[in-house]
């Protein structure tokens, strides 16, 4: 169930679920229900339940549960926009058969009230809460009692977890079949609280007319690049990635990322050191080969020897026309390649001369990094690439003008590829927020890069894996610390057999 509907593509699983021979009914029955259940673990038996009802099949949905909640002996009372008459399909339907405690939702006020139900407004709101319905909106927010969300929160936009206008905030979300992006998107998955998703009925088959390209971040994705090692094998065959030092004030990026993809799996790891900073890596670096490298006819020598399959560039390297002719050569080179921090500054405000220098063949080998400050100077110059509110559309929009792997990183990390798919993070942890820990990505993305696996695989699992790091580390976390996690979380997920 790693597929994530667009609020489109979820009504048309609706609409081939029915087209099959299930009622819309019957689907409207079974997410009543199942939002009924939720709403049931919220509460204890007989205190009061008021269901907020919108004008469409939200709004039917939360009349079905109210009639099953009040089944089971709760106290409840359906808060209507309209009577039933003035509604149209099974939302009309399903309020018909409500003979309850009934008002207005003009009306409520949320005192007695132990859980509020917002079934007002579906995934789809393309525009702003205005007028009552924003000042509803506030009423529940500002009461501190527990809101169970059907679908989404009222207010939340399902595509982009963006708030439209305004939003409830709710303790937890039921909705139906699979997510939508919206509940991996922030602000949309922290006002969501905690998701559950249920089976409607909607039989699974449908995804295959629908061939969704977003998905949840998950090692059910991309487990086949993780493998025990080849008895006969050697470490050239695990790949040789190249990490390119900073000067002598700025080797430690560089040397996190190099231990980062070693503990990856990556066959050798080669610290390409500037003369400065040469002792100083060395030292410093027992399990990790060091090099010199001076510039670019450094690093040119050291690529003469093609075993080095993989590079990463721009941790700790220093911003500059020298740093951008390095990306040149590795490009020209036809290695794997991972591009962050300085190397992505490097090119501020020129994205468009960074793209000139991909060709097709470097979608399935390259990946940049940017977090936002970075991508944000990369396309300055893009307009229509920064001008998409949500991250989703932001990588995107990015994967297709570079044609190579984007990770736009952040709490809700988004994966894209310049063919249009996309996965979100969702295990993120907040101590990662701690100064190279981004280097560390960098090096995981490059170890798995060296050892053959595609851009947009090694993004994936790079990201997943460096947040299960984050949580193995927990409190306190330095980025050194990441890399020995990261080795744990490999370690399980081959026990696990993923």
């Known amino acids: 169930m790693n597929e994530l509907l667009t609020t489109e593509q979820m009504a048309e699983a609706d609409r081939l679920a029915i087209a099959s021979g299930t009622s819309g009914l019957a689907l409207m029955e079974r997410a009543g229900r199942a939002v009924a259940d939720v709403a049931g673990s919220m509460v204890t038996a007989g205190q009061h339940i008021a269901v907020l009802c919108g004008p469409g099949n939200n709004g039917g949905d939360g009349v079905v549960a109210a009639r099953v909640l009040a089944g089971r002996g709760f106290q409840v009372t359906v808060y209507r926009a309209a009577e039933p008459d003035q509604l149209r399909g099974d939302a009309r339907s399903m309020s018909q058969m409500w003979s309850g405690e009934t008002a207005s939702l003009i009306n409520f006020v949320p005192e007695h009230v132990d859980l509020i139900v917002d079934s007002l407004f579906g995934a789809g709101l393309s ?60 602000p949309g998955r922290r006002i969501c609280g905690e998701t559950t998703v249920v089976d409607i009925g909607i039989p699974s088959s449908v995804l295959e007319r629908i061939e969704p390209q977003l998905a949840a971040n998950s090692p059910l994705l991309w487990h086949h690049i993780l493998s025990q090692p080849d008895e006969e094998g050697h470490k050239y065959n695990r790949g040789h990635l190249l990490v390119l030092s900073g000067g002598i004030e700025s080797t ?94 490097s090119f501020a405000a020129q994205g468009a001369e960074l793209q000139a220098m991909m060709t097709r063949d470097h979608a399935s080998k390259v990946v940049v990094t940017p977090h936002d400050g970075e991508f944000s100077r990369l396309f300055s110059a893009q307009p229509d690439i920064v001008a998409p509110p949500d991250r989703l559309g932001r990588a995107l929009a990015a994967a297709r003008f570079l044609g190579v792997v984007v990770v736009l990183k952040g709490p809700d990390c988004v994966i894209a590829s310049p063919d249009g798919r996309a996965v979100i993070n ?8 701690t100064a190279g820990s981004g280097d560390v990505l960098a090096g995981t993305i490059g170890g798995l890069l060296a050892q053959g696996a595609s851009a947009f695989d090694a993004a994936a699992a790079g990201v997943w894996l460096h947040a299960e790091a984050g949580k193995v580390a927990g409190p306190g976390l330095l980025a050194h610390d990441l890399p020995q996690a990261l080795r744990l979380v490999i370690a399980r997920l081959l026990a696990d057999g993923l």
């Open 127 to 186: 525009r702003p809460l205005d007028g009552a319905a924003a000042a509803l909106v506030g009423k529940v927010n500002a009461a501190s009692i527990p809101v169970l969300a059907v679908d989404v929160p009222s207010g939340l936009n399902g595509n982009t977890g963006q708030i439209v206008g305004v939003a409830i905030r709710a303790t937890r979300t039921v909705t139906f079949f699979r997510l939508k992006p919206g509940h991996l998107l922030y």
């Open 426 to 433: 969702q295990n993120g942890t907040p101590w990662l927020a």
């Open 252 to 345: 430690g990026a560089a040397r996190l990322a190099a231990h980062a993809a070693a503990r990856s799996g990556a066959g050798l790891v080669t610290v390409a050191s500037p003369s400065d900073a040469l002792v100083v890596n060395a030292a410093a670096l027992t399990d990790i080969m060091v090099r010199g490298s001076d510039g670019v006819n450094g690093l040119a020598r050291l690529l003469d020897d093609g075993r080095r399959n993989a590079v990463v560039l721009g941790p700790g390297n220093g911003v500059g026309e020298a740093l951008k002719e390095c990306v040149r050569l590795v490009l020209l080179a036809k290695r794997a390649l991972v591009l962050d921090a300085d190397a992505l500054t």
